[in-house]
């Protein structure tokens, strides 16, 4: 009972309720016991909670705190006392049992305030012992609730609120938190996931982003991965790979409610199934008839996505939201094998092929979303190459605009055939008329080495794309068309070029430099004035490679490459044009034998041992390729260091060509790749100056060789020593309109035992019938891509201006606010795409700024820059963005324009610097839509 403090008329009713506790003696700090309780029928009191907490600063004695409840009222009433256990026992582990008496405190009147006690410890007052009162209206435990925190309850969520989630949350939000416990009570029982969330939260986060980090912690989303955007992207995950324990989870955690409403909500879903009107935005449970499935949201999500995220005449404001995210999985490298799984399967579903299919090429250009639509525009461009009803810009612009979406390279190889064959055709259509207009020897070989080479490189080009063509068969009529055109370009060029040969007394051109003045006009000039070179000869290296490999060459960081023409020698084969390279005075044919070798000032050049014996006279050496690079670097630069000029002799086209003359064009790409390598590593063994030259170039034709191109007649004289497909070297031979004939004079060549010496070369591009392989692949002619010489002059800067670098470009800001839904924003490509300058995709989109973080409130745009268009009218690019909700929040502010740019190598992104600002003011208007 109370002392004589208590307040008047109070009375104390005694409810006796047994209550055993145990209490190990070696228990220390706070520890909650669960009340052992009997039944006690019709008791209006019962214990709800009991603490102990064990004090050593006197002795083994411990506080007990017990917490009444009456009904559903937890804070019924609270009482506490301290026990000390018998010094005998201290230490022996044996447990104690103690019995309580709890003395439930009633006002009978019901209408007087009621009372709380105060203690005073021994401290305050060591001669009072009994309990003083004083009048406090409302809340008679207030002492108590000081004393000892906050409420406690043996309630296994009360325990979870108040020892496991953040406790300096305030009570507003803890109450928050309580309510979404109370009614997703399954998540709770996992102690796991309890623990995670409890990392997760902040006394911050309200009910809403409480249960997103829930469902965060279900999916095993990482730390600060909670938005409704993360949280599908994981479910669109496990949904491809046939897993639905992520959805199954939320629904068994109580958490489906709030899952889908949200998605409704944020992303304007709407669930199938009778719902009522107003479903998506109340918070009445769904009935389980109306649960929806993650195949229901894919389903709803790729038709949205098709139709532009417009739907049954709702405006797209409704669905900026999951445009926005839609987007952004798009165009994330790290989903898109999630995402094309996605939409493999939803098109079926859709049933949207015979819509594709009716679709005309201008309307499927605009989707990039299925796969079909790119198989079906692969279809109509073949179709429309074939049957030349579009033009090469129409071809090229609509497979640019392909490049950056999600199935180009899926359709690649399609797709370069297409873009490969347009461009023969185009360049075909192009050159084919200014060859007629060629009225001299130097007029033809400028033209050829600027214009016309192109034709050879896109019939290169072409026929190797069209060999990993999917359509080869079915799409035969463009190929079969091809070639006919080429055939006849060749022919047709053949001709013309020869009426300029038969003008020319000996074998020279005035004004363009010779393949025997090589060595004088472009070596000995370096190697005088002190400075190393290297040279790098690549057999049968044809003009067009070559250019190729320039072009590659400048395609990378601090490399610059430019090629010139030589007039190569006659007859264009190897030996002579690799004697034409070396330092000389004079060339012959050797006497000795069947005149196929060469003489060097009356040595012999063939083999590497002979070239390097004449090199050493001028300080040279000579080396394959195959030696070259398989030396270490210490090992390559000590080979440079000993002489002032070093021959690379390289040979993969002319090596392949002659034993599988199909893979010519495959040995061209190798030949590429091989010189790339090899420039590298000599500029490694600290070679700044360099040169890539060949012996020949070469006639070839992805076809058989007709009967018009076979030459009818052989060659007649005192003695034929050499006769190949393009050439015969005898003596005397005898002139014939079939042949263009020169003597050795008349080559620049010596002719050491006055053999009367004769060349004869087939007019134009004919061959000689004989028992020999090759017939596609042949050099040794006069025909302009035999005899045009390519010489690459190459270096190596030091200065970040020669890097390679993506084109620029700008934003042209028409407007500095932003009134409706939407911005459209104009972008210039500030110059064209060529060589050190580079295509690039940048990605753009509105941002607010919140505490110093950009959020996202619009959709993200990709942007591709690729025109190679000198006119700047043509580099427009136009974006637009659609605001998201998120944008509300950021009204009569100041939004930015970014844009971002995936780092090479890397999924990671970087902000750069081109931006705009906007002032949001954008009037506000009530769509019944709580986001």
Same mark, same amino acid.
């Given at each position: 009972m109370?002392?004589?403090?208590?307040?008047?008329?109070?009375?104390?009713?005694?409810?006796?309720?047994?209550?055993d506790?145990?209490?190990?003696?070696?228990?220390?700090?706070?520890?909650?016991?669960?009340?052992?309780?009997?039944?006690?029928?019709r008791?209006p009191?019962?214990?709800?909670?009991?603490r102990?907490?064990?004090h050593d600063?006197?002795?083994?004695?411990?506080?007990?705190?017990?917490?009444?409840?009456?009904?559903?009222?937890?804070?019924a009433?609270?009482?506490?006392?301290?026990l000390?256990?018998?010094?005998d026992m201290?230490?022996?582990?044996?447990?104690?049992?103690f019995g309580?008496?709890?003395?439930?405190?009633?006002?009978?009147?019901?209408?007087r305030?009621?009372?709380?006690?105060?203690?005073?410890?021994?401290?305050?007052?060591?001669?009072?012992?009994?309990?003083?009162?004083?009048?406090?209206?409302n809340?008679?435990?207030?002492?108590?609730?000081l004393?000892?925190?906050?409420?406690f309850?043996?309630?296994?969520?009360?325990l979870?609120?108040?020892?496991?989630?953040?406790?300096d949350a305030?009570?507003?939000?803890?109450?928050?938190?309580?309510?979404?416990?109370k009614?997703?009570?399954?998540?709770f029982?996992?102690?796991?996931?309890?623990?995670?969330?409890?990392?997760?939260?902040? +006394?911050?986060?309200?009910?809403?982003?409480?249960?997103?980090?829930?469902?965060?912690?279900?999916?095993?989303?990482p730390?600060?991965?909670?938005?409704l955007?993360?949280?599908?992207?994981?479910?669109?995950?496990?949904?491809?790979?046939?897993n639905?324990?992520?959805?199954?989870r939320?629904?068994?955690?109580?958490?489906?409610?709030?899952?889908?409403?949200?998605?409704?909500g944020?992303y304007?879903?709407?669930c199938?199934?009778?719902?009522?009107v107003?479903?998506p935005?109340d918070?009445a449970?769904?009935?389980?008839?109306?649960?929806?499935?993650?195949?229901?949201?894919?389903?709803w999500l790729?038709?949205?996505?098709?139709?532009?995220?417009?739907?049954d005449?709702?405006?797209?404001?409704?669905? &900026?939201n999951?445009?926005?995210?839609?987007?952004?999985?798009?165009n994330?490298?790290?989903f898109?094998?999630?995402?094309?799984n996605?939409?493999e399967?939803t098109?079926?579903?859709?049933g949207?092929?015979?819509?594709?299919l009716a679709?005309?090429?201008?309307?499927?250009?605009?989707?990039?979303?299925?796969?079909?639509?790119?198989q079906?525009?692969?279809?109509?461009l073949?179709?429309? =190459?074939?049957?030349?009803?579009?033009?090469?810009?129409?071809?090229?612009?609509?497979?640019?605009?392909?490049?950056?979406?999600?199935?180009?390279n899926?359709y690649?190889?399609?797709y370069?055939a297409?873009?490969?064959?347009s461009?023969?055709r185009?360049?075909?259509?192009?050159?084919?008329?200014?060859?007629?207009?060629?009225?001299s020897p130097?007029?033809?070989?400028?033209?050829?080495?600027k214009?016309?080479?192109l034709?050879?490189?896109?019939?290169?080009?072409?026929?190797? +794309?069209?060999?990993?063509?999917?359509?080869?068969?079915?799409?035969?009529?463009i190929r079969?068309?091809?070639?006919?055109?080429?055939?006849?370009?060749?022919?047709h060029?053949?001709?013309?070029?020869?009426?300029?040969?038969?003008i020319?007394?000996?074998?020279?051109?005035?004004?363009?430099?010779?393949?025997?003045?090589?060595?004088?006009?472009?070596?000995?000039?370096?190697?005088?004035?002190?400075?190393?070179?290297?040279?790098?000869?690549?057999?049968?290296l044809?003009?067009e490679?070559?250019?190729?490999?320039?072009?590659?060459?400048?395609?990378?960081?601090?490399?610059?490459?430019r090629?010139e023409?030589?007039?190569?020698?006659?007859?264009?084969?190897?030996?002579?044009?690799? &004697?034409?390279?070396?330092?000389?005075?004079?060339?012959?044919?050797?006497?000795?034998?069947?005149?196929?070798?060469?003489?060097v +000032?009356?040595?012999?050049?063939?083999?590497?041992?002979?070239?390097?014996?004449i090199l050493a006279?001028?300080?040279?050496?000579? =080396?394959?390729?195959e030696?070259?690079?398989?030396?270490s670097?210490d090992?390559?630069r000590?080979?440079?260091?000993?002489?002032?000029?070093?021959?690379?002799?390289?040979n993969?086209?002319?090596?392949i060509s002659?034993n599988?003359?199909?893979?010519?064009?495959d040995?061209?790409?190798?030949?590429?790749?091989?010189?790339?390598?090899l420039?590298?590593?000599?500029?490694?063994a600290?070679?700044?100056?360099?040169?890539?030259?060949?012996?020949?170039?070469?006639?070839y034709q992805?076809?058989?060789?007709?009967?018009s191109?076979?030459?009818?007649?052989q060659?007649?004289?005192?003695?034929?020593?050499?006769?190949?497909?393009?050439?015969?070297?005898?003596?005397?031979?005898?002139?014939?309109?079939s042949?263009t004939?020169?003597?050795?004079?008349?080559?620049?060549?010596?002719?050491?035992?006055?053999?009367?010496?004769?060349?004869?070369i087939p007019n134009a591009?004919?061959?000689?019938?004989?028992?020999e392989?090759?017939?596609?692949?042949?050099?040794?002619g006069?025909?302009?891509?035999?005899?045009?010489v390519?010489?690459?002059?190459?270096?190596k800067g030091?200065?970040?201006s020669?890097?390679?670098?993506?084109?620029?470009?700008c934003?042209?800001q028409?407007?500095?606010s932003?009134?409706?839904?939407?911005? &459209?924003?104009?972008?210039?490509q500030?110059?064209?795409?060529?060589?050190?300058?580079?295509?690039?995709?940048?990605?753009?989109?509105?941002?607010?700024?919140e505490?110093?973080?950009a959020?996202?409130i619009?959709?993200?745009?990709?942007?591709t820059?690729?025109?190679?268009?000198?006119?700047?009218?043509?580099?427009?690019?136009?974006?637009?963005?659609?605001l998201?909700?998120? +944008?509300?929040?950021?009204?009569?502010?100041t =939004?930015?324009?970014?844009?971002?740019e995936?780092?090479?190598?890397?999924s990671?992104?970087?902000?750069?610097e081109?931006?705009?600002d906007?002032?949001?003011r954008?009037?506000f208007?009530d769509?019944?839509?709580d986001?």
């Amino acid at each position: 009972m109370p002392g004589a403090g208590h307040a008047p008329r109070r009375v104390l009713q005694e409810k006796p309720r047994a209550a055993d506790v145990e209490m190990p003696p070696s228990s220390r700090g706070q520890t909650v016991i669960r009340p052992a309780m009997p039944a006690a029928p019709r008791a209006p009191v019962h214990i709800a909670h009991v603490r102990a907490h064990r004090h050593d600063d006197d002795g083994p004695v411990t506080r007990v705190v017990l917490d009444a409840g009456r009904g559903d009222t937890t804070l019924a009433g609270r009482c506490s006392m301290r026990l000390s256990a018998p010094a005998d026992m201290v230490g022996t582990g044996v447990p104690l049992f103690f019995g309580f008496t709890f003395l439930a405190e009633t006002n009978h009147t019901g209408e007087r305030p009621f009372h709380t006690r105060i203690r005073k410890s021994r401290r305050q007052d060591p001669h009072t012992h009994h309990t003083n009162w004083r009048r406090l209206e409302n809340n008679w435990l207030l002492d108590l609730e000081l004393a000892y925190g906050p409420i406690f309850s043996a309630d296994k969520l009360m325990l979870i609120l108040n020892e496991t989630l953040p406790g300096d949350a305030g009570s507003e939000t803890r109450e928050a938190w309580l309510d979404v416990m109370k009614q997703t009570k399954p998540f709770f029982d996992n102690d796991d996931d309890v623990t995670a969330l409890a990392k997760r939260l902040t +006394a911050n986060d309200d009910a809403r982003v409480m249960q997103a980090k829930m469902i965060a912690v279900l999916l095993d989303l990482p730390d600060g991965k909670h938005s409704l955007q993360d949280i599908w992207r994981r479910l669109l995950e496990q949904y491809t790979d046939g897993n639905d324990e992520g959805i199954e989870r939320i629904k068994q955690a109580g958490l489906s409610d709030f899952h889908w409403k949200g998605t409704c909500g944020i992303y304007g879903y709407v669930c199938p199934g009778d719902l009522p009107v107003d479903f998506p935005f109340d918070l009445a449970p769904m009935g389980e008839d109306k649960s929806p499935t993650v195949k229901d949201f894919v389903i709803w999500l790729f038709r949205l996505a098709w139709n532009d995220f417009t739907q049954d005449g709702t405006g797209s404001d409704r669905y &900026a939201n999951i445009r926005r995210d839609f987007e952004n999985w798009r165009n994330d490298r790290t989903f898109t094998a999630t995402f094309k799984n996605l939409a493999e399967q939803t098109c079926e579903e859709l049933g949207l092929n015979r819509e594709i299919l009716a679709m005309s090429l201008q309307e499927l250009a605009e989707h990039g979303l299925f796969g079909e639509v790119d198989q079906q525009i692969v279809t109509l461009l073949y179709q429309c =190459v074939g049957n030349e009803s579009i033009s090469h810009k129409d071809v090229q612009n609509i497979i640019r605009e392909r490049e950056p979406r999600l199935w180009y390279n899926d359709y690649q190889d399609d797709y370069e055939a297409i873009s490969a064959a347009s461009g023969l055709r185009s360049l075909l259509d192009e050159n084919e008329p200014l060859m007629d207009d060629i009225d001299s020897p130097k007029q033809g070989f400028t033209l050829y080495a600027k214009r016309l080479y192109l034709v050879d490189q896109a019939y290169r080009l072409f026929v190797c +794309a069209w060999k990993n063509s999917t359509r080869q068969i079915e799409c035969s009529g463009i190929r079969d068309n091809l070639e006919h055109r080429y055939s006849l370009f060749q022919s047709h060029l053949g001709g013309v070029w020869q009426r300029q040969l038969d003008i020319l007394d000996h074998w020279d051109i005035d004004d363009v430099p010779t393949q025997q003045d090589f060595y004088e006009r472009c070596i000995s000039k370096t190697v005088n004035a002190g400075r190393k070179i290297a040279v790098i000869i690549s057999d049968a290296l044809r003009y067009e490679v070559a250019q190729s490999f320039a072009e590659r060459l400048r395609s990378q960081n601090r490399w610059s490459a430019r090629a010139e023409a030589q007039l190569g020698v006659l007859p264009s084969y190897t030996q002579l044009g690799m &004697a034409a390279l070396l330092p000389h005075k004079t060339l012959a044919f050797n006497p000795v034998g069947e005149h196929s070798t060469v003489l060097v +000032a009356g040595a012999s050049s063939q083999g590497l041992d002979n070239r390097a014996a004449i090199l050493a006279k001028v300080g040279g050496k000579a =080396v394959t390729y195959e030696d070259f690079i398989k030396r270490s670097r210490d090992e390559s630069r000590e080979l440079v260091k000993s002489c002032n000029a070093l021959y690379v002799f390289h040979n993969v086209i002319d090596k392949i060509s002659e034993n599988k003359e199909e893979d010519t064009f495959d040995a061209c790409e190798q030949c590429v790749g091989e010189l790339v390598s090899l420039v590298k590593k000599l500029a490694n063994a600290n070679v700044t100056n360099m040169i890539v030259t060949a012996d020949h170039g070469f006639l070839y034709q992805d076809h058989d060789v007709v009967d018009s191109e076979w030459l009818s007649v052989q060659p007649q004289g005192d003695i034929v020593w050499q006769r190949k497909r393009r050439f015969v070297i005898g003596s005397n031979l005898a002139e014939s309109p079939s042949f263009t004939t020169f003597t050795a004079d008349q080559l620049g060549l010596d002719d050491p035992k006055d053999e009367s010496v004769t060349v004869q070369i087939p007019n134009a591009i004919h061959r000689l019938r004989m028992q020999e392989r090759g017939v596609r692949y042949v050099h040794g002619g006069a025909s302009l891509p035999e005899i045009v010489v390519p010489v690459v002059h190459i270096s190596k800067g030091r200065s970040a201006s020669e890097d390679v670098r993506p084109v620029d470009f700008c934003i042209l800001q028409q407007t500095d606010s932003i009134t409706t839904g939407q911005l &459209a924003v104009e972008f210039l490509q500030t110059e064209p795409v060529q060589d050190k300058v580079t295509q690039r995709t940048v990605f753009a989109g509105l941002y607010g700024r919140e505490n110093g973080n950009a959020v996202s409130i619009s959709n993200e745009v990709p942007v591709t820059f690729l025109s190679n268009s000198p006119e700047a009218r043509e580099r427009h690019v136009l974006a637009t963005f659609l605001l998201t909700s998120d +944008a509300d929040r950021f009204n009569n502010t100041t =939004v930015e324009l970014l844009v971002f740019e995936t780092i090479p190598g890397s999924s990671q992104r970087c902000m750069l610097e081109q931006k705009a600002d906007y002032v949001l003011r954008r009037g506000f208007f009530d769509d019944g839509i709580d986001f």
